[in-house]
């Protein structure tokens, strides 16, 4: 309990009754790609807004605009117009350096292709993200990635490379790396796209988990049952919001 | 801290990829080597000023360098003086005649052996700020008349010649047959002004004399601190002009064509004026190599990234830093940088070492090495490797790093694909192509028109007989052979001095071994002196619209000796000395041109002068005999003539001159023989730089050799990094084109229109890049023609094969790799990363 009282004024902060509530808020966010003369409209007029500790999912068809609102929503990519709040703080405006502070601190990012770095082991891709900062000394560092790699069942391979891990035991180590510098938020696009069903399975009940934990979780998916896991479920087509349900029930579904 | 990891990491990465490593670390070294080499090179032999003890630099006060006779001129001991009294920039300053002396020890009169010394004024020992090892150095008062003679040793005579006896101070020795006073001994490695080992006074009336005269000296000097170089220059060239106007008719030979006389240069820049341009150019094939060793490992460094794009784009997402990412970037590069740059101090260390083995060869006969011609690394060029590791480090680690924060990571992270190759890292790509050919293409121009063009000097015939043929040059001594000013003195003494020769050529000739002797002013194949001629009832307006030659004197029955052939009329002959007319020699290139009919025999020429009266009558020669075709100089020379004229020695009888004997049996017995009968006609005079014909002909070319080595290293080292650079660059740019490929196919295009696509785009690349190259090539070579003649062979072979080894080099470098990947699945291709 002692030691909670250190980091009670962010805890504070983002615990706070009313607008503290607010992880993410998105307003009139547009994005459009130019490419030889011609414009896409990828988003258009996105307002979304997420609170600490959602589990949302988002679906819709191909090429509706998922993937480049999780990128703005990750600050991968600056949208065209609109304002971006989050955690409080107003990030449409930052320069490339803010953002990366931003992504490295708030951040975890769970990919479809896994994209774990080839040439370092286990422990160290999970060791990457905290690295990049300096609050934490090597010590530190490597209790957080064993806890982080405990967490998903992975310890046991901390020193192997990632090309000697099945697929699922990869993005099982992603997960770790997104958990282990204990992110606002953890994007996930399509997370289970490169799995076969029964690491699929692990993989989403790891997320449950983490939400049950307290999380925040944004997860892609075009995968209804992976999308009625969570329990608020948005739908983009073409581009905008075209629905935005709470589910009931949020894990009873699970098969 | 964590950036122990990133090291890790980079270490980690370089080891996976050990040929690759290698291969860069190499090119790294081999680059920085070179460069630091000859940075050492060139500041310790031309550029570094030569300071001795003091913070002002020494310069040389000199006439106009003669180009056509490569060698350096004094200046009349009378405008010498002008330039003490006029000019206040001259913070100290001395002069000096160099010489040899025939060292001898008093007590035993057995070998004598010859050193170089150097007649000087008292004040270079204060000047150079050298002090004795013991006894004392020159003073003001040694140059008096009548002044008891006496010599300051190097360490070298006094420890060799003089088994170091310890109480050689103030004993005396022969010098040139002259009781000497040994007064003093400076250290080991003294040599000022150049390859002294025996310091002389000057005689006083040369210090101030009161008139012009034959004499020439150089000069020492220091300038006033304040005084920058060029001013003083400058203000040299003003008092220049006033002097030239006032120099009488007979000392006007001592202007250039273009009234060019008293000149100041840096003190080791005076020594190599001849192959200044060499070296400069040395410096830029250097420097072109450094550049594309550049080009190369950044090009391999950023193939890297393109490699390493998806880890990149990993980081980027988990918010890495920008500047922890243009470090991590850096990291490979500062890696294989500072490995390389450790690397190039062995590789420049060991070239250096050869260099002074180098001199030393080049020197031996002659002892001519200058003593600064000692070759190091120093402060200054590890400094340099520094500069040069932290640029190549910024310029080979800027690239990649530029193409790491460029790229588009969003599109690798979602899809898994490479970001494509956007228009800019494209037309990048293309420009290092032509950056690739085009530096190649002009290092390995020059280069080969260098190494074929020295290679050629080499093997040029002289048109002379150089088996079994030594030869020497032969002082006689002063005392006995004088040179007095008078006038009526002037034909006994000159027939005095021709007698010594005659007399040594019949003592000669009358050994079994020696077949012939022939003295010349200069042998063919060595320097020359050369003028204008005029040709009677042809003379040209003005005097140097006239033919150009040669002129040599030679003594009589000279031809066969040297292997020379009398083509048509005679020989001179012992008439000629007192005939009413003055006779010639020509040889067979001015008959067949000027004379072509055949008729040159009985015909008149002279020798043209810059400013005659208007109507001269006298100085013709009448042409006596054509003689067989020679040249003079050495091939590294524009001013080769193939005119030669030949005036007998009767008349001038030099008290310097060079001979060539014709032997049978060993080398060292006609060397025997030729010692023998110096003394037998008059011991006191000495012979020197003895050696075989073909050494004396090697011996200028003994540098550019040594230099085209250089140049042959370059070249070689120039073939593989474009080799290996073009290769790489052309490969990379294409794999990155892979997916492309793959969708071309996919679509439909057969492999010939890939194959076509890319092959026509390589064909501009070296349309662009050739032209490029060519054109700079030519710009420098241009400059070097200054001081060499670069023959057509040279330039067919520089102009033409090289730009097809490259041509060669970029179709295979495109198509091979390029065939590669037309050979994959297109669905491999597709998915390629
Ligand atoms: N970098 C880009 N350049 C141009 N258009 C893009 C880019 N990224 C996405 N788009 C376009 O924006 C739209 C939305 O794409 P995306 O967000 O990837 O869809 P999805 O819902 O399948 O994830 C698509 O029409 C796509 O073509
Ligand atoms: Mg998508």
């Not at chain 2, 690759?20 to 310790?44: D, E, K, P, Q, R």
């Not at chain 2, 260099?355 to 001519?368: D, G």
Request: charged share 20%; hydrophobic share 45%.
């Amino acid at each position: 309990m002692k030691s909670n009282n250190n980091t009670n004024n962010t805890t504070d902060i983002r615990n706070a009754e009313n607008a503290a509530q607010v992880l993410v808020n998105l307003h009139e966010i547009k994005k459009i790609f130019y490419t030889d003369d011609v414009e896409t409209h990828a988003l258009n007029n996105i307002n979304l807004t997420i609170n600490k500790g959602e589990y949302l999912s988002i679906s819709g068809p191909s090429g509706c605009g998922k993937s480049t609102l999780l990128s703005l929503l990750g600050l991968l990519d600056t949208s065209s117009s609109g304002s971006y709040t989050l955690a409080g703080h107003d990030v449409s405006d930052l320069n490339r350096d803010e953002r990366a502070a931003i992504r490295n601190k708030e951040i975890g990012f769970i990919f479809q292709a896994f994209n774990l770095i080839s040439d370092l082991t286990v422990a160290e891709n999970v060791e990457l993200p905290l690295t990049y900062r300096s609050d934490f000394d090597a010590k530190q560092r490597a209790a957080m990635v064993n806890t982080a790699l405990e967490k998903v069942d992975m310890l046991h391979r901390a020193h192997h490379f990632p090309s000697q891990l099945s697929g699922g035991q990869q993005q099982r180590v992603a997960v770790a790396r997104a958990i282990s510098a204990k992110p606002s938020i953890i994007l996930a696009d399509e997370p289970t796209g490169n799995l076969d069903s029964k690491n699929a399975q692990i993989v989403m009940a790891l997320l449950d988990q983490l939400h049950q934990e307290g999380a925040t979780i944004c997860m892609v998916t075009h995968d209804p049952r992976s999308a009625a896991r969570a329990e608020r479920m948005i739908e983009v087509f073409d581009g905008k919001i075209v629905a935005d349900q709470r589910t009931e029930t949020p894990t009873a579904i699970a098969v | 801290m964590s950036i122990t990891l990133d090291i890790k990491y980079a270490a980690r990465l370089l080891h996976k990829k050990p040929v690759f490593t290698a291969l860069t670390i190499f090119i790294v070294a081999i680059g920085l080597g070179l460069t630091l080499y000859t940075y050492s090179l060139l500041s310790n032999l031309v550029f570094k000023p030569l300071l001795l003890n003091k913070d002002t630099p020494i310069i040389s006060i000199e006439a106009e360098f003669n180009q056509s006779h490569l060698f350096r001129i004094g200046i009349d001991p009378y405008d010498l003086l002008t330039i003490r009294n006029e000019m206040d920039s001259i913070d100290e300053i001395g002069v000096y005649q160099d010489r040899t002396s025939l060292i001898g020890n008093t007590q035993n009169n057995s070998v004598t052996r010859k050193y170089n010394s150097v007649n000087i004024e008292w004040n270079v020992f204060e000047f150079t700020g050298v002090k004795p090892i013991m006894g004392r150095v020159l003073m003001a008062e040694d140059h008096f008349e009548g002044a008891e003679p006496v010599i300051v040793l190097g360490y070298d005579i006094w420890q060799h010649y003089f088994m170091a006896q310890e109480d050689i101070v103030g004993s005396v020795i022969l010098a040139d047959a002259i009781p000497t006073r040994v007064v003093g001994i400076m250290p080991q490695g003294f040599a000022f002004p150049m390859t002294a080992q025996a310091w002389l006074p000057i005689k006083q009336e040369l210090l101030s004399p009161t008139d012009w005269s034959r004499n020439g000296l150089f000069a020492y000097a220091r300038l006033k601190k304040e005084v920058p170089f060029e001013v003083f220059q400058q203000e040299l060239a003003l008092l220049n002009k006033k002097v030239v106007k006032l120099l009488p008719d007979n000392v006007r030979w001592r202007m250039d064509d273009f009234e060019g006389y008293l000149r100041a240069v840096p003190y080791k820049k005076a020594n190599i004026t001849q192959f200044y341009s060499i070296f400069i150019t040395m410096a830029v094939v250097v420097l072109l190599i450094l550049l594309l060793a550049c080009i190369n490992v950044g090009n391999l460094l950023l193939a890297r990234v393109n490699e390493r794009f998806k880890e990149v784009a990993i980081r980027v997402a988990l918010g890495i830093p920008r500047n922890r990412l243009i470090l991590q970037m850096l990291l490979e590069s500062i890696f294989i940088c500072t490995i390389g740059g450790f690397l190039a101090i062995l590789i420049a260390g060991w070239g250096l070492e050869l260099s002074n083995t180098v001199f030393e060869q080049m020197y031996m006969a002659t002892e001519q090495k200058p003593f600064w011609w000692q070759v190091s690394l120093d402060v200054d060029a590890i400094l340099l490797l520094i500069v040069a590791v932290v640029a190549m480090i910024a310029i080979t680690g800027f690239i990649p790093a530029w193409r790491a924060l460029s790229g588009d990571f969003n599109a690798v992270l979602r899809d898994g694909t490479r970001g494509s190759q956007g228009k800019k890292a494209a037309r990048a790509s293309q420009i290092l192509v032509i950056s690739e050919i085009l530096l190649s293409c002009v290092v390995l121009v020059i280069a080969t028109i260098l190494l074929s063009t020295s290679y050629s000097a080499g093997q040029a015939d002289y048109g002379v007989d150089t088996n079994n043929r030594i030869t020497a040059t032969i002082e006689l001594p002063v005392v006995d052979y004088p040179i007095r000013e008078e006038e009526e003195f002037e034909l006994a003494d000159t027939l005095k001095r021709t007698a010594f020769y005659y007399q040594l050529k019949d003592s000669l000739e009358q050994m079994p071994n020696i077949e012939g002797v022939a003295f010349m002013s200069q042998l063919p194949g060595t320097g020359a002196g050369a003028s204008f001629f005029e040709i009677e009832g042809r003379v040209a307006a003005v005097y140097n619209e006239n033919p150009y030659s040669n002129n040599e004197v030679v003594s009589r029955d000279a031809w066969h000796a040297i292997g020379m052939r009398v083509i048509q009329g005679r020989d001179f002959n012992l008439d000629d000395i007192s005939a009413e007319v003055d006779t010639i020699i020509i040889n067979e290139s001015i008959s067949n041109d000027f004379f072509p009919d055949g008729d040159a025999i009985g015909q008149r020429v002279r020798r043209a002068f810059r400013n005659p009266d208007a109507d001269r009558e006298g100085g013709w020669q009448t042409i006596v005999g054509v003689v067989s075709d020679t040249y003079h100089g050495s091939a590294m020379r524009t001013s080769s003539e193939q005119y030669s004229s030949y005036f007998m020695l009767d008349h001038i009888g030099y008290s310097s001159i060079d001979v060539a004997i014709h032997y049978n049996g060993s080398q060292a017995e006609a060397e025997k023989s030729l010692q023998h009968a110096i003394n037998q006609v008059n011991n006191n005079a000495t012979v020197y730089n003895m050696q075989s014909y073909d050494e004396l002909i090697s011996q200028p070319m003994i540098l550019v050799s040594a230099i085209s080595k250089v140049f042959l290293l370059c070249g070689v080292i120039a073939i593989f990094l474009a080799a290996s650079g073009i290769y790489a660059v052309a490969a990379n740019s294409i794999s990155q084109r892979t997916q492309e490929i793959g969708v071309r196919r996919a679509l439909g295009a057969s492999d010939s229109k890939i194959m076509q696509l890319f092959m026509r785009k390589a064909v501009w690349q070296l349309v662009i890049g050739l032209s490029i190259g060519i054109t700079m090539s030519l710009w420098v070579v241009n400059k070097m023609t200054d001081t060499m003649v670069i023959n057509q062979g040279s330039y067919m072979v520089g102009l033409i094969a090289i730009p097809l080894l490259i041509i060669i080099m970029v179709l295979v470098a495109t198509y091979v790799p390029t065939r590669k990947i037309v050979l994959m699945e297109p669905s491999d291709a597709l998915h390629h990363d």
